[in-house]
């Protein structure tokens, strides 16, 4: 279960593709690990007398199912080292099928922030990897610091039972609202937004300042050092293009190849990313509608495309006045839990659709059980007992629950630079209304939390990576977390930048069943064929 502010304020639309920011101000390195815009210097940190432990590490695999894992120790803070602190960082790798043609290792990340590479790889994410690719590189995934098996992880409370809604004076009922108007529920946003903050602050504040990106992608050179590759060959989806492109700018003479699908734009300011990203949400919300027949044809909640947008509006007014009952639980489907379901389905249409059909045509009974369980899955089967653990659904006492939410707020905040007076959030809430609705509403205010996060010497930028071979961006037009301007965009700062257009509803391409978009991405990854300028499937 995600935190109780976060649930208030609607914050389960995750954030997944605002670390949009740039990097700026790390501690010297080589010349190919520089901050952008900054001169090159002498030292290599793979020859610098402190890191050079961590460089030279060797890996211990172990039998894990049917893959093999290590962990991988990283310095806590480059800037010092030997202080001590460090991360311990959990690895899978599936081995090559065909060892004679290894080309190298293939290292992904999943997208987030916060989401735990592990999990993906066992969880079946090979699968999302063409067999060509399979044959000819190792897929080596990791938990980024502070995620999920990172030791330590960042922990802001949200398995804790104690942290349970608490009632905020001076407000009414329509604080769940995801468009608070009046002074006492904007009151009370923030109020549940400064506790959360303060919730991650007293977990975790040794490692908050450490989370963000750019020290990711100072861990993905060291991985990259500690299995062997001279140059990294890397494919990142969604947030994990953000890292890649991060390092990128580190450390452009040491990519092989680097593969960046569902892109973030590192150029746009906290404030444009929320609004771009909740337009796309809006978008994605018309595009099932008017091709809700075509992928799950009867089962859409109504006949046409106008009919769609009624029953979807005319949910939101209706729970926003009258939640609806869960089955096997207390709690009921508010505005907030809708939003999330309607967004979330919005990934990947293929399979979230038909779901999110059955689970509005429920609705318009009366019964808001399917849609609370796309939003949190397993919802249905608590009861007041079942959480007292504090873990989630289905977890188990050597089961500990994840952290991908603290982990995502905490890189994102760290990550850009956020205004601290309330005023400029309440000035976009406003905007964000008018441009998109309950989506730009969401997104504003699951951004009040990083108000009082600790500073990250970050701002955005256009990409500074002289040196960095030809990359390859993979754009969805359809992609309501990540939209197709961004790709666009952030190939076009890459030198040499290269884009691959999907036209489809979505998120992310590379994996979903194009044989176009996949042929493309394997040439470019085993063979390093250039993808032919304007490439559309």
């Known amino acids: 279960m995600n935190h109780p502010a976060l649930k208030r304020a609607g914050l389960t639309l995750a954030l997944a593709a605002l670390g949009a920011t740039a990097l700026a101000g790390c501690d010297p390195a080589s010349d190919d690990a520089r901050p952008p815009g900054a001169g090159a210097v002498s030292v290599d940190p793979a020859g610098q007398r402190d890191l050079q432990g961590f460089y030279q590490q060797k890996l211990s695999w172990t039998r894990c199912g049917e893959l093999q894992c290590a962990t991988l120790t990283v310095p806590m803070d480059y800037a010092h080292p030997k202080d001590g602190r460090t991360f311990t960082l959990p690895l899978a790798k599936a081995v090559t099928a065909d060892p004679a043609r290894r080309i190298g290792s293939l290292v992904f990340n999943p997208g987030g922030p916060g989401e735990s590479g592990i999990d993906q790889l066992k969880s079946g994410g090979l699968s999302s990897f063409s067999e060509r690719a399979r044959a000819r590189f190792d897929i080596v995934s990791f938990d980024p610091r502070g995620v999920a098996g990172s030791t330590p992880a960042v922990d802001c409370g949200s398995s804790d039972p104690a942290a349970e809604d608490q009632p905020i004076p001076g407000a009414d009922d329509t604080s769940t609202s995801l468009y608070p108007r009046t002074d006492a529920d904007r009151r009370a946003a923030l109020a549940d937004a400064e506790r959360a903050a303060s919730a991650c602050k007293a977990r975790s504040s040794a490692i908050l300042p450490h989370v963000g990106t750019p020290d990711a992608a100072r861990d993905l050179d060291v991985l990259r050092a500690a299995l062997g590759d001279e140059k990294l060959s890397y494919l990142g989806w969604s947030y994990g293009t953000y890292l890649g492109t991060v390092y990128g700018e580190l450390f452009p003479r040491r990519v092989r190849a680097l593969v960046l699908d569902g892109a973030v734009d590192p150029a746009l300011d906290w404030s444009e990313a929320a609004l771009q990203q909740a337009k796309g949400f809006r978008k994605s919300v018309d595009d099932y509608a008017g091709q809700c027949a075509s992928v799950v044809r009867s089962a859409c909640p109504a006949t046409t495309p106008e009919g769609i947008r009624k029953v979807i509006t005319d949910l939101y007014a209706r729970v926003s006045k009258r939640p609806l009952r869960i089955k096997g639980t207390d709690e009921r489907l508010d505005q907030a839990m809708l939003h999330t ?31 609370a369980e796309i939003a949190d899955p397993g919802i249905s089967a608590q009861d007041d007992s079942s959480d007292s653990s504090g873990s989630g659904p289905g977890a188990t006492d050597d089961q500990p629950p994840g952290n991908s939410s603290d982990a995502l707020i905490a890189v994102n905040c760290l990550d850009q630079p956020h205004p601290r007076d309330p005023q400029p959030y309440w000035d976009l809430l406003d905007r964000a209304n008018r441009e998109a609705g309950a989506f730009g509403t969401s997104g504003v205010l699951a951004k009040l939390i990083c108000k009082d996060w600790p500073a990250g010497p970050q701002k955005p930028h256009r990409v500074q990576a002289e040196g960095l071979p030809p990359a390859l961006v993979v754009g969805t037009t359809g992609d309501p977390a990540t939209p197709y301007e961004w790709s666009k965009n952030l190939a076009a700062q890459l030198p040499g930048g290269m884009l691959l257009t999907f036209r489809a509803p979505g998120h992310t391409a590379y994996g979903r069943g194009s044989a176009c978009v996949d042929d493309a991405v394997d040439a470019y990854l085993l063979d390093l064929k250039p993808v032919p300028d304007g490439k559309t499937c």
Do not use: F, I, N
């Open 341 to 371: 379901a309607v967004s979330m389905s919005m990934y990947s249409p293929e399979s979230q659709w038909q779901p999110l059909s059955e689970a509005l045509r429920a609705a318009q009974q009366g019964d808001g059980t399917k849609l």
